[in-house]
Nanobody, 126 residues
Framework: QAQMVESGGGVVQPGGSLTLSCAVS????????IGWFRQVPGKEREFVAS????????YYGGLAKDRFAISRDSAENTVYLQLNSLKPEDTAVYYC???????????????????WGQGTHVTVSS
């Protein structure tokens, strides 16, 4: 099973940007698609974005469309999530997941996984 380590979170003002990283180990990076999710205390985890094994196919949740960008670097076994034009409602813990083989799988409302990293905190506040 893959292990994921998320990093790059922090405190940023509204309108600012952050780049989150998801370092994957324990499973061949090239065979897994990667998904990013976020969670606010008391709420369910929410799909943000996913990327295929090749990096050619990407999906975004409605909250991320036109503001966030997902990419992957096979040499570094890392997936990035660029967060732009951040809003206070983007405040959450962001998690990545490497439990599926296709990017589309992460978009399902029925998506479930027991395998998560520790997450990285993003706080958008003035």
């Amino acid at each position: 099973q893959a292990q994921m380590v998320e990093s790059g979170g922090g405190v940023v003002q509204p309108g600012g940007s952050l780049t989150l990283s998801c370092a994957v180990s324990g499973r061949t990076f090239s065979v897994v698609a990667i998904g990013w999710f976020r969670q606010v205390p008391g709420k369910e985890r929410e799909f943000v974005a996913s990327i295929s094994r090749s990096g050619d196919t990407k999906y975004y949740g409605g909250l991320a469309k036109d503001r966030f960008a997902i990419s992957r670097d096979s040499a570094e076994n890392t997936v990035y999530l660029q967060l732009n034009s951040l809003k206070p409602e983007d405040t959450a813990v962001y998690y990545c997941n490497a439990d599926r083989l296709t990017a589309e799988d992460y978009t399902s409302a029925d998506f479930y996984s027991d395998y998560w990293g520790q997450g990285t905190h993003v706080t958008v506040s003035s």
